[in-house]
Nanobody
């Protein structure tokens, strides 16, 4: 059983920055592929960034150059640094642990955090 707890969300003005954290417990964190998803009101949940257990990263086009996913295996934590935030980044952000890769695509596992709200507005 994996428990995930996200934090770091909030209200920020356009152009601002936030860093999200996701702390994991109940697993050998270093072995897990990790990912961040987001879900805006009325929209489907979408993959934002993923990171393999070997440190390879990938991003959705909308956030490339602005967001950075990283992990600290000693702290069992994955981060999402979000810079140059835009109103369209407004969503609930979720952490996922233990997904898999197939043909270069990341597929989420059943392990999700509770989500953290990010609101970008002036």
């Amino acid at each position: 059983q994996v428990q995930l707890v996200e934090s770091g969300g909030g209200l920020v003005q356009p152009g601002g920055s936030l860093r999200l954290s996701c702390a994991a417990s109940g697993t050998d964190f270093s072995m897990y592929h990790m990912a961040w998803y987001r879900q805006a009101t009325g929209k489907q949940r979408e993959l934002v960034a993923d990171m393999s257990n070997g440190g390879i990263t990938a991003y959705v086009d909308a956030v490339k150059g602005r967001f950075t996913i990283s992990r600290d295996n000693a702290r069992n934590t994955v981060y999402l640094q979000m810079n140059s935030l835009k109103p369209e980044d407004t969503a609930v952000y979720y952490c996922n642990a233990g997904g898999r890769y197939s043909r270069g695509n990341f597929y989420a596992s059943a392990y999700w955090g509770q989500g953290t709200q990010v609101t970008v507005s002036s």
